[in-house]
């Protein structure tokens, strides 16, 4: 893996071509495009969310956001952010790593009900290659999943919801079937009302998440949920990976849902790459 943006070290003196590379005549690439698997504490550099946030230990101030809502997403050169309904076949090994960093960093999954089924979604588990940092922050061994729901449509007797490490979340509105409320908290879910409606109300999701002090928030999708939260102005950065694969096909793109009034810009953060794979972080302006 190779950082190609930001370029850290431009105006550092070139360091002296290796006795091998002066004898053949060639030198050798910068360390920022070093072609190397990175580790994990490297990626968790990478990835660190902006410090401080609001947390009970840090109070708010003007510097500090309530909370940072990040979405991790791939696609293919031709915009399919997935392969036979299943995101997996676009992905790679370095992007699975960036994935479980990501996670390793968060205070909570936040993904929609469909992805849950599609993907198979088991609990997130503890780590130990972040078990130090996390333990310094203050976080769980591991995140929370938290299942956005309106129909409360899911399978309460998965592992998911009935053996996680940190037990689960669901979002779901006020308008929810009780019935399908007590066999979720039954299961040993937590169930969150985050909309006055059958439906989550985006914005009021990522608080009431926040207000639990889980304000390092992750979104894995789908795109119906991304989606919403991009309509809803409440998604702050978009860690996408770009796949070097074609589809064709009529596969979803990582959004879904409206369009908005506008089109939103977000600032370019970072590019790594590693096998034709790029991953790159926007954030929004």
């Not at 230990?57 to 979405?71: C, G, N």
């Not at 009021?204 to 939260?229: C, K, S, Y």
Request: proline fraction near 8%; charged fraction near 20%; charge should be negative.
């Amino acid at each position: 893996m190779r950082r190609l943006f930001p370029v850290t070290d431009q105006t550092a003196p070139a360091a002296a071509p290796a006795p091998q590379a002066q004898s053949e005549g060639r030198s050798e690439a910068p360390s920022h495009l070093a072609d190397r698997e990175w580790t994990l504490d490297e990626l968790a550099e990478a990835y660190a969310y902006p410090a401080p946030l609001t947390t009970p230990a840090v109070p708010a101030t003007s510097d500090a956001p309530h909370r940072w809502l990040r979405a991790n997403m791939v696609s293919t050169l031709d915009g399919a952010a997935q392969h036979d309904g299943r995101s997996q076949a676009i992905s790679s090994d370095a992007d699975m790593r960036i994935f479980g960093t990501l996670r390793g960093l968060a205070d909570v999954v936040l993904v929609g009900a469909e992805t849950v089924r599609l993907e198979g979604y088991r609990p997130a588990r503890a780590r130990d290659a972040f078990a130090a940092r996390r333990a310094a922050d203050g976080q769980a061994p591991a995140p929370a999943i938290a299942v956005v729901s309106a129909s409360l449509n899911l399978d309460f007797s998965l592992p998911l919801f009935t053996s996680p490490l940190v037990p689960t979340l669901v979002l779901t509105g006020a308008a929810a079937s009780p019935d399908r409320v007590r066999d979720a908290e039954k299961a040993g879910a937590r169930v969150i009302v985050a909309g006055d409606g059958p439906g989550v109300e985006p914005d009021r999701a990522v608080t009431a998440l926040a207000d639990m002090g889980l304000v390092r928030q992750l979104t894995e999708g789908g795109p119906r949920l991304l989606g919403q939260f991009a309509v809803a102005g409440v998604l702050d950065e978009l860690c996408l990976t770009v796949a070097p694969l074609l589809t064709v096909g009529s596969a979803q793109r990582i959004t879904g849902g409206p369009a908005l009034p506008d089109p939103e810009r977000f600032a370019l953060a970072a590019v790594l790459e590693e096998a034709g794979f790029l991953f790159t972080r926007y954030r929004r302006i």
